[in-house]
């Protein structure tokens, strides 16, 4: 079965930087797209980035230029390069996969806090 499994959150002070891995398992995700979100307490989970066969990838406007997406498809990893970070940044970040068929999966998610 499929299975995301994220790494990488942690706690940095603003300025710094993170670098968050997904992992995919389970299936052919080749042509799958791949994406980052981010959710607080409270809130719904908002999109960050993603990545697709087709086309450059794309952010949403708050990170852009801060956050690279980026993924390799041989180990399956996609990946957020994360830069500049300030506290709004902080959430717990999922990673989702979507298929060619239209399914779609969560990794568990990965906290992510930004404190002096």
């Known amino acids: 079965q499929v299975q995301l499994v994220e790494s990488g959150g942690g706690l940095v002070q603003p300025g710094g930087s993170l670098k968050l891995s997904c992992v995919a398992s389970?299936?052919?995700?080749?042509?799958?797209?791949m994406a980052w979100y981010r959710q607080t307490p409270g809130h719904e989970r908002d999109w960050v980035a993603a990545?697709?066969?087709?086309?450059?990838?794309k952010y949403e406007d708050s990170v852009k230029d801060r956050f690279i997406i980026s993924r390799d498809k041989v180990t399956n990893t996609v990946f957020l390069q994360m830069n500049n970070l300030k506290p709004e940044d902080t959430a717990i970040y999922f990673c989702?996969?979507?298929?060619?068929?239209?399914?779609?999966?969560w990794g568990q998610g990965t906290q992510v806090t930004i404190s002096s």
């Open positions: 990545i697709t066969n087709v086309g450059g990838p």
């Open positions: 989702k996969v979507t298929m060619t068929n239209g399914a779609q999966y």
């Open positions: 389970g299936s052919d995700f080749s042509k799958s797209a």
